[in-house]
């Protein structure tokens, strides 16, 4: 937001800041004032985006192209009279409205979520008193006051600070609390450096400010991230938008086959009324009914499996999709890492010593040249890490089963990595209790405290802070026994080094030093810590990555899909934890070496066009800015590429949203992101993401397999249709008993599909070409082969049985309806796998399969010999020489697709390739 000069309002002085806004820092202010600037800007809070009504929501849930064949399906059996089926075919598509209704909003809902999250109290100046309100009623020239652990009401420019430290960990990326000061800065700053402002929904952390408020509600840095939320519009997920074009290519054929069947009726001289009956029976058997709920069960058995390995779908089809990602784009605080700052170094005694462990429960060990280290094995060490511990406004205490951080995570590192070498808070502190300190400044960059020592006749100073504010004011050192000594010029080079390599690894390092002082001294100034201290040691703390996503990075990348780290933390920590990572470009080449890492503000100087190839190169994007990770998550679109992207913080809603499937941090997410996103993580793991990429794979595996299962049972049904019109026969098999068949396979046969269990290479296949087609050609083939076995089979059995054997009409439909059947239930056994033979996989890796099997045919003997089922179904009782001539077609048709798959997967290993995955 610009200021009425023109210029932004960290560019300016505080004083004209105060002045811009028309505002006495004084007295604020006066009630008039603010009454009038309210109804200027408007109430402290977002406003909704007008969306669509409920109702048209709802109507919007029939928009799609299968949902049409299955209305059309329901129009043809009501003027069939035939009213269960047309209530069952309508009730598919009614229960798929209604859950796609419950799931939408999402846009609706993370306006919501920031409306809550300005919901607070500030402490303003207004008419020269101090007083609390709700942050809602703040406008522009307000004062505001901050002290710790408040929240940030609105967005301010800074008049006044003392200490003041802010998390902005949730808007910009920041893995630490920022230190504020009062210092213009340039117009094009990023927003993680405008250290003179404080952003609403921020957290201070410690320290106490003024602001005068400069932007209220949706003029705000999260305001303008709930503009570009709203502004993202609804993608459609892989799935849906291949099931969408497979449906519209459907629509067309069963159309134009009913159309042209009609048409080659009337040329042959049939009555018409015969013709379209028959049409409509066509377009009846050819109408895959139970598609829709097969979908929508998959994706929901997904959803169940997705649970119990601690991943909530927010959206259905987001089950598949995150199984197709290609890329996943993931924010490093908390999600890559721990969000626990942890001490990795200690610099002491001229040694280094690397620490294990990380988390706050203490657990973890030192190590110096690959030997373990205790406590008595380097008093410089104990001393340095006493120092961490005394010089430390900050506590680490137990409650409700977890550690719960009060102050800094920065100094809680420091007690962490003291506890690993058996040195407690408590203790170290009780022995040495506090007399004085010097708080930290971020003008001096230091803190020093004063304590009692273990030699009565002394008390000791120890002072952190910046190695160029400590190095220089330290005339001894204390070597690896505890002895002091000059310091000298090599010794300072050591320590510049080793301090350098740890910020050069993305480590923020703290040095520590001490100054013993006489047993009289009571208070402490800046004169007392500005010689004569002696050198320490150096401590190097950063996130560390989390140990399981290691792992599931590595995972992913095997399974082919780019992990790229996309965060508003610095370079050097982005590129140090990618590092760890492993990290690496789409060449396979490890980032940090021959593949740059890029920040904000270069991805804003290329154009959309120069982004696309930029983005597919780099795995790391650092100081990235909530509107630039949108264009990096559309320029991957933009390349064709399935993007999943993860994270926790306001910073990460838009692009979430505009991800083909976003994923949230369930834990410490805030309500924003998980507002924005399409599937929840419990645990705030990324590993889990690996395991939710395989739940995805397998839910893309099992449809694809019951789409090639069902589809041959309805093109062998038009097949059927069509040859009948040709020979100008009787119809071999009537619309209900078509509807029998679709309704009752694809519940007791097709759906079994959906529980069968993972195939053992899906992790280590390449995504899926988002470009592919649901069905690729050798699929197509092997259903052209089976619904012409289906139809060969069927129609040459009903021809025989009218016309050699002179059976009766409801006899010969009974056999159709049953080689039908039987085909679909032998098929059923090859479409457990598209590539392997069932025994590969075991045969009873899936005892649902039987269980339908079982289901199947006892539904189909009470088709054939119940009375009740003969006139409802018009079909008739059949010989035990009739099931043998059912039963030769199905094994015929096991058998010849069981070849099909052999003589396939012989040429694919000879080629090296498998093209029918």
Not at 241 to 261: G, N, P
Not at 510 to 515: E, I, Y
Request: negative net charge.
């Amino acid at each position: 937001m610009k200021t009425i000069s023109g210029k932004q309002w960290h560019q300016l002085e505080a004083a004209e800041a105060l002045e811009a806004l028309e505002v006495d820092a004084k007295k604020g202010l006066t009630n008039e004032e603010v009454e009038q600037r309210r109804r200027q800007f408007g109430w402290n809070r977002f406003q909704p985006r007008r969306g669509k009504s409920p109702f048209v929501r709802f109507l919007l849930q029939f928009n799609q192209p299968l949902v049409y064949i299955l209305l059309a399906a329901t129009a043809v059996t009501l003027l069939l009279h035939e009213w269960v089926d047309s209530s069952v075919i309508f009730g598919v598509v009614l229960v798929n409205a209604i859950i796609g209704f419950i799931q939408e909003s999402k846009a609706e809902k993370a306006i919501e979520a920031l409306n809550r999250m300005v919901v607070t109290e500030a402490t303003v100046l207004r008419d020269g008193q101090r007083v609390r309100v709700p942050s809602a009623e703040l406008v522009p020239g307000d004062i505001v006051l901050l002290h710790s652990g408040d929240k940030v009401p609105a967005d301010l420019r800074l008049t006044r600070v003392k200490n003041l430290q802010v998390d902005e960990s949730a808007l910009t990326g920041e893995s630490v609390p920022v230190t504020k000061d009062l210092e213009p800065v340039e117009a094009e700053t990023m927003l993680a450096e405008r250290r003179n402002l404080a952003f609403g929904g921020t957290l201070v952390t410690y320290g106490q400010a003024e602001g005068v408020v400069s932007a209220t509600g949706d003029r705000t840095e999260t305001g303008r991230i709930a503009e570009l939320i709203a502004e993202s519009p609804e993608l459609s997920t892989p799935l849906t938008r291949k099931i969408a074009y497979f449906s519209r290519l459907l629509v067309i054929a069963i159309l134009s086959l009913a159309a042209a069947s009609f048409v080659l009726g009337l040329w042959r001289g049939e009555p018409w009324v015969e013709m379209f009956m028959a049409s409509v029976a066509l377009a009846v058997g050819a109408i895959p009914e139970g598609l829709p709920a097969a979908v929508t069960i998959t994706l929901a058995i997904g959803v169940s499996r997705m649970a119990k390995r601690r991943s909530i779908i927010r959206h259905l089809p987001s089950v598949e999709t995150l199984g197709s990602a290609t890329v996943i784009c993931s924010d490093k605080t908390g999600t890559l890492t721990e969000n626990k700052m942890s001490v990795r170094e200690v610099f002491a005694g001229g040694k280094k010593f690397e620490i294990s462990g990380i988390g706050y429960d203490g657990r973890g060990e030192f190590f110096s040249e690959g030997k373990r280290v205790g406590e008595r094995d380097s008093s410089a060490l104990a001393e340095c890490l006493k120092a961490g511990i005394l010089c430390n406004d900050s506590e680490l205490v137990y409650r409700d089963g977890a550690w719960d951080v009060q102050g800094d995570p920065t100094e809680v590192a420091l007690i962490v990595a003291a506890k690993k070498l058996g040195l407690i808070h408590s203790d170290v502190s009780d022995a040495a209790p506090r007399i004085d300190a010097i708080p930290f400044e971020s003008e001096y960059q230091f803190m020093a405290t004063l304590h009692d020592h273990e030699r009565e006749e002394t008390r000791v100073i120890y002072k952190k802070g910046a190695v160029e504010r400590l190095l220089n004011r330290c005339s001894r050192i204390m070597d690896e026994q505890g002895e002091l000594r000059e310091m000298d010029d090599s010794d300072r080079e050591q320590i510049q080094q080793q301090a350098d390599r740890m910020s050069s690894e993305g480590l923020r390092v703290l040095a520590f030093a001490s100054r013993f002082m006489p047993k009289e001294q009571s208070e402490i100034d800046h004169s007392h810590v500005e010689e004569e201290l002696t050198f320490l040691g150096l401590q190097g703390m950063m996130d560390p990555p989390r140990e399981d996503a290691v792992q599931a990075v590595a995972q992913c990348q095997r399974a082919g899909i780019q992990v790229k780290m996309i965060t508003g933390d610095n370079m050097l920590t982005a590129k140090a934890v990618a590092k760890q990572l492993g990290l690496k470009s789409k060449s396979g080449v490890e980032n940090g070496h021959e593949i740059p890492a890029l920040v904000g503000r270069d991805v804003e100087g290329y154009s959309d066009e120069e982004l696309i190839e930029v983005v597919e190169r780099t795995a790391v994007f650092a100081r990235v800015a909530p509107e630039q990770k949108l264009r990096l998550v559309r320029a991957l679109q933009a390349n064709g590429e399935v993007v999943a992207m993860t994270g926790d913080g306001v910073n990460d809603a838009p692009a979430l949203k505009q991800a083909d499937i976003g994923i949230a941090m369930a834990i410490t997410g805030t309500d924003v992101a998980k507002g924005a996103s399409d599937m929840l993580l419990t645990d705030d793991n990324f590993a889990s993401i690996e395991a939710a990429v395989e739940e995805g794979r397998n839910v893309f595996d099992n449809l694809k397999k019951f789409i090639t299962w069902t589809l041959p049972t309805n093109g062998g049904e038009g097949l059927i249709i069509l040859a009948a019109i040709l020979f100008g026969t009787a119809l071999p098999v009537e619309p209900v008993q078509l509807l029998w068949i679709n309704m009752t396979t694809a519940i007791f046969l097709g759906l079994m599909l959906v529980f069968e269990p993972k195939e053992p290479d899906l992790m280590d296949r390449p995504p899926r070409d988002p470009k592919e087609p649901l069905l690729t050609l050798p699929l197509f083939m092997r259903i052209g082969l089976v619904s012409l076995i289906t139809m060969c089979g069927a129609f040459g059995l009903f021809l025989w049985e009218r016309n050699v054997t002179g059976s009766d009409l409801a006899k010969t439909q009974t056999i159709v309806v049953n080689v039908i059947v039987a085909v679909e239930a032998l098929y059923l056994l090859n479409c457990r796998s598209l590539l392997r033979s069932m025994f590969s996989l075991g045969v009873f890796s899936n005892p649902w399969v039987f269980a339908g099997l079982g289901s199947m045919l006892v539904l189909q003997l009470m088709l054939t010999y119940i009375p009740v089922m003969n006139r409802l179904f018009n079909t008739a009782p059949i010989s035990g020489s009739d099931w043998a001539k059912i039963l030769s077609v199905g094994v015929f048709a096991y058998a010849v697709v069981g070849l099909e798959k052999w003589i396939r997967s012989r040429l694919d290993q000879y080629r090296g390739v498998g093209e029918a995955r």
